[in-house]
């Protein structure tokens, strides 16, 4: 009698992530090692997201005391902890959340570590900072671009929230696109072909012709279609409709699936080539043309994958081989997907063997590659994405958008609060306050807060009446919320801006999905937000 299979408690406990990253990430995620700059209410409802899943580690680092305010917005906090060490009371909290995960902290200055300590910073993986001051971010941002960590800066106050990546070359394999299937269908290969020559539909009875995959249907009408049009593919919209009227006369009842499911498909037939040019672009890169001994290994397979594609692919990428579900019989569908799987297993010996010579030209050892990697590649080949980011000092010092920021006031207004958040550190270092912080008169304050956004601006470079581009009521709106809310979080959006970050900086530990580039604004007036490369 055979044995039940029974999860690991572990599997049971993380099963529905493991379905959205599977093993090799939540083994990644496991490994991360977070230092977590301010217990804010927005930190610490990043690392609440963190921790649940099974983060590695983290480190709380805040050098003040609770106080009542703090009870206020910050669900990690309780009464008793007034006049305690904010750090070791939240990361108390924090650890009753997950015994997986290890919880520790410092009560020490982030803007102390970050000037006179930088090397405490080495042993982490990505650091998460909230509500720093400019000088803070920009220091920062120098010690983890030079360290080559990630760094996510994160600022919440009153109605409005905006968080930054930087980080180092940011390569991903595993992007999950939705609904995306290498079926070949405008570029068919060989062996497909040869199947499909093998199946005469003419000959077929009433079931069996009803139970023929449409991928099939598809290529034998093309087939017939091409005859009668000079070897043509069908490319106007009026040729496309004429086609599917071909492939429609050939149902022998009204309710035949598969030969629906094929009229459904026949978009699929005008992709003849499996390289986009995001894909081409990547394998045409320079890290991929100059390997070296210390070249990552996705530039290693991207070059093999290259070097397939210009020859024995024929200008395709390593097919996939996954076939979606489809009106078949089993035989039929089995056939079908040992062709696919046959022509990806080749292709994929093909890769491997080419992964194989340039270890072997660069002396790296065979196995800093496993294959399963390579097989992860090769199935993923057509959506790989590469992320270059700016590093903080060029966004602020070096190389301001200053096009890009101007038009985006004009047209799309959410910018206004990167705008505000930058020149609310304006004012501080000018008011030793921030906006609204020490009461007094909100239009005064409005006043001098759209002062620092117009010097700002001139700062970015700005020349051409910035002031008048502060002037729409949703924008002076906007100002005024920013000041009323005296430099204070709002638990609904720390709580929502702990969502947003947290996703981002799992896509970022597991390499898998698509990160944003590079800066995130939520506009909690509106419920809207925008990702802008600056």
Known sequence: MATEHVPSLKTQKYDRQLRLWAATGQTALENAKICLLNATSTGCEILKNLVLPGIGSVTVVDHTIVNETDIRTNFFLEPSNIGMSKAKATATLLKELNEDASVSFENKSASDLIHTQPEFFDVFS??????????????????????????????????AGLFRIQSPEHTIVETHPENMLDLRLGCPFQELEDYVDTIELDALDQTDHGHIPFIVVLLKYIHAWKQEHDGQMPSTYSERNEFKKLVKSGMRTPDEENFEEAVANVWR?????????????????????????????????????????????????PLAGKLPDMKSDTTNYIDLQNVYRK?????????????????????????????????????????????RYRTLRE???????????????????????YILFRAAEKFANKHKRYPGAAGGSNEEEVGLLTEQAVELLKDLGVTDAPSSLLQSDFIKKCIKNYVRFSDQEMANMAALMGGLVSQEAIKLITRQYVPINNTCVFNGIASTSNVYNL
């Not at 290693?300 to 395709?316: L, P």
């Not at 890769?351 to 390579?374: A, C, F, G, M, W």
């Open 343 to 387: 022509k990806a297993l080749a292709d994929l010996d093909s890769v491997k063997e080419r992964v194989k010579s340039l270890l072997q030209e660069y002396n790296i050892p065979l196995d800093n590659i496993p294959e399963s990697v390579i097989e992860v590649y090769c199935k993923n080949a057509a959506t790989i994405k590469v992320i």
């Open 269 to 317: 037939l005008s992709s003849t080539t499996t390289v986009e040019p995001s894909v081409r672009k990547i394998l045409d890169d320079p890290e991929a043309q100059k390997l070296n001994s210390n070249s990552d290994s996705f530039w290693i397979i991207t070059r093999a994958v290259k070097d397939f594609v210009d020859n024995e692919g024929a200008g395709q990428l």
């Open 395 to 417: 966004e602020y010092v070096s190389s301001p958008c200053t096009n890009s920021i101007v038009n985006w006031l004009k047209s799309d207004e959410n910018i206004i609060f």
């Open 126 to 159: 990505m650091v998460i900072a909230t509500n720093l001051m400019e000088q803070d971010i920009l220091a920062l941002g120098d010690i983890c671009h030079r360290t080559e960590k990630t760094l996510i800066t994160v600022q919440s106050k009153g109605l």
